[in-house]
């Protein structure tokens, strides 16, 4: 990413509308791409990790959602795989929440 794009992406990832909204189009893109498992891992975890960045790092988000930083980190990382509660609480921590949509069938 570019410098100026870098500071327009972080400050629209402080409002959690705008974050959410980037983290489904990352997924959604990913879906038609067709990304293998491992692709889609990458794509969605550097999308998280540039929300948390905005949103005041891994420390912020370790206070927010009662998960400890180093925990956070592996997550982060890729090093880690993170249960479907780390993920409920990450999104409750940045402001979000995770929910179930149907998906278009015509």
Request: a neutral charge; glycine letters at 10%.
């Amino acid at each position: 990413m570019s410098g100026s794009y870098d500071k327009y992406l972080m400050a629209q990832l402080k409002n959690p509308i705008h974050a959410a909204g980037y983290l489904n189009a990352s997924i959604e893109s990913g879906i038609a791409d067709n990304l293998s498992d491992q692709d889609m891992k990458n794509v969605i975890l550097e999308s998280l990790k540039n929300v948390v960045e905005a949103r005041g790092g891994t420390e912020f988000l370790s206070n927010e959602s009662g998960i400890n930083a180093k925990t956070l980190y592996q997550i982060l990382s890729g090093r880690g795989n993170p249960s479907l509660t780390n993920l409920i609480k990450m999104s409750q921590g940045l402001g979000m929440k995770m929910n179930w949509q149907a998906r278009d069938v015509g």
